[in-house]
């Protein structure tokens, strides 16, 4: 019994691993790309134009976001870190960069993420991981210069931060944020009556 339970737990354990692996697609340029289309019944254009943009400025506030190329149409660039899991020990092992696309229609929005870019660390002379200069692989062609086990746990990482990224994008647009709300004010004491 206990037997039957640790390989149900292993089974349960790779298959979600490779789950986060399938978010990953290869697009027309055969690129990878996580790609979503959301339905929001009932919200406008305009709402979620506001929305969209209120995001990219909150969420990338360094990242200086790419010009609205036509209306309702976003895009900005960022990378995030991965971690090593060939050894015990959990350090940076490297960052992805990445292109956030946002596209804004009446009721509906569709974001995308493309263009991973993966970038080694390597520990420098004070014990600080930095990037490798000059070493960008697309994760693409990544397979020829990686380890499979690595690569695999990188695309792993990745699928799961685009997946809690359009969560996270799913909040914004459906809560409004892109209307300030009135600040409340303390209420005023006066002291000289009394």
């Known amino acids: 019994m206990k037997r039957f339970l640790l390989a149900a737990i292993g089974l349960f354990i790779i298959r979600s691993a490779n789950a986060q692996k399938n978010l990953l697609s290869l697009n027309e340029q055969n690129k990878y790309i996580y790609y979503q289309v959301v339905d929001m019944p009932g919200i406008a254009l305009d ?20 010009p609205e190329v036509t209306a309702g149409n976003f895009y900005t660039s960022d990378k995030f870190l991965v971690y090593s899991v060939a050894t015990f020990v959990k350090h940076e092992s ?21 263009n991973f870019i993966f970038t080694p660390y390597e520990k420098n002379r004070y014990g600080v991981f930095v990037p ?9 062609t990544a397979e020829s210069k990686l380890d499979k086990k690595e690569l695999n746990g990188y695309f792993d990482q990745t699928g799961a931060f685009c997946k809690q990224l359009g969560e996270k994008l799913k909040l914004y647009m459906a809560e409004g944020h892109g209307i300030k709300k009135a600040e409340k004010l303390p209420a005023k004491v006066v002291t000289d009556k009394w």
């Open 47 to 66: 709402s979620l134009k506001k929305n969209a943009e209120y995001f990219i400025k909150t969420t990338y506030p360094k990242a200086k976001p790419g």
């Open 94 to 114: 490297g960052e992805i960069a990445y292109t956030l696309n946002i596209e804004c229609k009446d009721s509906k929005y569709r974001y995308w993420l493309t």
């Open 132 to 140: 490798k200069p000059g070493i960008d692989l697309p994760l693409e």
